[in-house]
């Protein structure tokens, strides 16, 4: 289909937080890392519909807060062999297409390059193969190409891309860039035709997107390059220089190239793509019952009409209601208007002002060795759920403010408390005085599951010495974050 001048590596930009998903998706697990409409993970299924003839290994782009889980979720799902390059902080498309680009012209002079952001849903894999394949004749014939979708409707939240004349590759050239029109605008458009959404995924040759990149923004070429003359490996991870790249500007690559670009193209698609931008989103292509209703876990309706109604653990019973979007998990509850879906960030925002952590982390928290709940807290003292993966162990630690007893639930755990050393099996314990060198490990081949309750006069996550880590975050900087 790609043909064999050039592989397409795909390259998978996964830094977005998706508020606008609160209270399902957070910050330490947006929504790329959650299965929203279907079995696997919105990055699982991004990766997987780019895979096979004529495509290279992907590399993922990502924060370091989100490393482990998008390793755990890609080792999950069979797909060996990506690479996993760290930003500093974000800096929007641009730069990392530039970075992505630069790595692959290390190996590959003919190289191209498919961006994809890692939370957009494609129903129709086959017409996007077939798109891709057009693309990429286009690119080897020196276009950027971006895919622009057949609108469905007159919609003001996407950019637009008018299409001008027929190129031999089956692309056409981009006539112009359009920013967010306003709804007669947007109704126009669609009344003349040849306009399409801005989709955000683009191919081009990596070495013809780095030509336009040094023509229109040396200053941004130069501090790509500079992170990753100074980018070192961490375990499985290419690190970037942080200096280099937190001096790079933060723009999109539409700002940055593409609306200059004489070479410009664009392939019209139908292949079913949804950016999951709000909830309103999720209930349009949910599966759905004759009242219109969209119901995902324990629900119950009685004349209930329209609506969006997700639990993620509790009974959710919803009467007499229409038109609503209503989503429980352990810790929150939301209740918005369909039609206002798209002001649930603004909730975020609130959250954030307010000096809440709702928006950051669930009522579980992921950790490269595993996970942990707080199930009570109270003055003094506080229990968690923890569950450790087979072979992991968490950091040679100690705390100034708290002592903890472990209990085993299941499993086998190898416990480090000062100069012992010993296992504990289902129904045992220990106590870890305050002050102790200590540290937990699954020796088994199961989870480990366990009961922890801290008692001390302050209990906050910050209250953590590594001496030692598995997972690289001993550092002076690193060592009074959370575990």
Known sequence: MLGDKGSVVPVILSGGSGSRLWPLSRKALPKQLLALAGDNTMIQDTVARARGPGFAAPIVICGQEHRFLIAEQLRAAGFDGAR???????????????????????DDPDGLLLLMPSDHIVANVKAFH???????????GGALVTFGIQPAGPETGYGYIKGGKALPSGALAVERFVEKPDRATAQGYLKAGGYYWNSGMFLFSAKTFLAEMKRLEPGMLACCQ??????????????????????????SIDYAVMEHAANAAVVPV?????????????????????????????????????????????????????????????????????????????????????????HINHAVVHRPWGSYESVDTGKNFQVKRIIVKPGAKLSLQMHHHRAEHWIVVSGAAR????????????????????????????PGKVPLHLIEVQSGAYL???????FEDTYGRVPQAESNKPS
Request: overall charge negative.
């Open 226 to 251: 500079g992170a990753l003359e100074h980018a070192h490996r961490d375990m499985d991870f290419i690190r970037l220089g942080e200096a280099a790249f937190l001096a790079c500007p933060a723009q």
């Open 130 to 140: 077939e798109a891709v394949g057009v693309a990429a004749k286009a690119a080897r």
């Open 415 to 442: 416990v480090t408390c000062d100069d012992k050393v010993f296992l504990l099996q289902e129904n045992e314990s220990t106590f870890i005085p305050l002050g102790a060198k200590h540290r937990l490990e699954n």
């Open 270 to 358: 139908e292949m079913g793509w949804n950016d999951v931008g709000s909830w309103q989103s999720l209930w349009e292509i949910a599966p759905r019952g004759a009242d219109g209703n969209a119901l995902l876990g324990d629900v119950i309706t009685e004349k209930a009409k329209n609506s969006y109604i997700r639990s993620e653990g509790v009974l959710v019973a919803a009467v007499g209601v229409e038109n609503l979007v209503v989503v429980a998990t352990k810790d929150a509850v939301l209740v918005a208007h369909r039609d206002a879906a798209q002001d649930v960030k603004k909730i975020v925002e609130q959250l954030e002002a307010a000096g809440r952590d709702n």
């Open 460 to 466: 906050g996550e910050d209250d953590i010495v590594r």
């Open 84 to 106: 996993i390059i760290l930003e500093p902080a974000g800096r929007n498309t641009a730069p990392a297409a530039a970075v992505a680009a630069l790595k692959i012209l290390e």
